[in-house]
């Protein structure tokens, strides 16, 4: 195994869970309690490049071009360990990540952000990994993330170790003229981090048993619907999974949440939309921005009604996207 001496420069693009992770068996090695389903989109990445340097006596991470203070960076380093534990390897490394994606407000910042960071930091220091592997270690970074190695729609096997617990493509190029709509209502970081939230709803929520049991039918349902293009099958799952996903957070003892009083006009605005004939569906992950779900033909109408209530600012279009891809 060589260390490279150039930098290696990766890109990964975020997801959107249809049938969503929220909770963990092991939090080291963020093997989940469900297995989950999403979609990879192609306008919110994260670039990041990896340089490990002997001459460092320490790691150095920019973001965005401003270097991270020790507490920001502390995840960062924390999964360089896993990487050079992995590799064998003693040696520091210069990081430097650009996000397009609104950090910490929910639309996965960090799936894009460890999947980019496991791909660029693992070719750098020499491992030579395949996709199920690199699955594997982007998972240690974030659950989320373990998605976004692959491109369309990728289903995460919960599996039991870190041996079995990986993503698998369902479905990588999507020929299917599906959108997503992302609506920004508020790009601020969230107040409850996804992986404590988690833990809370996961020891406290009296309705954790049955999230486990409804998820388990309605990913083995979406799969069904998505081979059949069946658009309102899966929208209608894939909403019903997000509430239920939000209904333990709001029955954890202490109760949280990440809807705002926006999310919530957002998904008043969806029902009626769909009570008028507008075919389209939301979800939402930890953080307020809604993500709705809409045929092709269907989204410059969703669009228009979106942005006369939020302004046009707020509204980002966006379909499926593609897996890692190297510079
Ligand atoms: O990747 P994490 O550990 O931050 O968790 C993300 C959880 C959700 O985005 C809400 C759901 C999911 O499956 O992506």
């Known amino acids: 195994m060589t260390i490279s001496k150039n930098k290696v420069t990766a890109r990964a693009y975020t997801n959107i869970a249809l ?34 340097n002997e001459k460092l006596l320490e790691d150095k991470i920019t973001f965005n071009g401003q270097q991270l203070s020790e507490k920001k960076a502390e ?3 924390n999964f360089l360990d896993v990487v050079r534990d992995l590799a064998q390897q003693n040696v520091y490394a210069e990081v430097s990540t650009i996000n397009k ?10 799936a894009s952000g460890f999947a980019a960071l496991a791909a660029s930091a693992s070719k750098a220091i020499g491992l030579n990994l ?15 993330a373990t998605r976004s190695i692959y491109g369309g729609f990728v289903e995460w096997k919960k599996g039991f170790s870190d041996e079995n617990s990986y993503a698998v493509p369902f ?19 969230k107040q409850m981090s996804s992986s404590k939230g988690m833990q809370i709803s996961v020891n406290t929520s009296p309705y954790y048993s049955a999230w486990e049991k409804v998820s388990k039918k309605a990913l083995k349902e979406i799969k069904v619907a998505i081979k059949n293009r069946d658009f309102d099958k899966m929208g209608k799952i894939a909403e019903e999974n997000a509430m239920q996903m939000h209904a333990l957070t709001l029955s954890s003892s202490p109760d949280y949440t990440y809807f705002d ?25 930890a953080g307020p921005n ?3 779900l809409v045929e092709k033909q269907n989204t ?22 593609p897996g890692i891809e190297y510079q």
């Open 101 to 110: 994606v609104p950090t910490s407000a929910g639309l996965a910042s960090s």
């Open 130 to 144: 395949n996709k199920k592997d690199l699955s594997r270690l982007a998972r240690r970074g974030s659950g989320s």
């Open 75 to 77: 995840r960062i380093v």
């Open 300 to 321: 410059s109408k969703l669009v228009s009604e979106l942005e006369k209530e939020f302004g046009s600012d707020k509204v980002i279009v966006t379909s499926a996207g």
């Open 261 to 285: 009083a926006d999310s919530l006009k957002v998904m008043n605005l969806v029902h009626s939309l769909r009570s008028s004939g507008l075919t389209c569906y939301f979800t939402m992950d």
């Open 19 to 52: 049938i969503k992770y929220w909770g963990k068996v092991d939090q080291k090695l963020k093997i989940p309690t469900t297995s989950s389903l999403s979609l990879t989109l192609k306008d919110f990445y994260t670039d990041t490049s990896v340089l490990f």
């Open 171 to 189: 479905e990588e190029e999507v020929d299917w003229p599906i959108n997503v709509v992302a609506v920004m209502v508020n790009q601020s970081e």
């Open 290 to 292: 809604v993500k709705i």
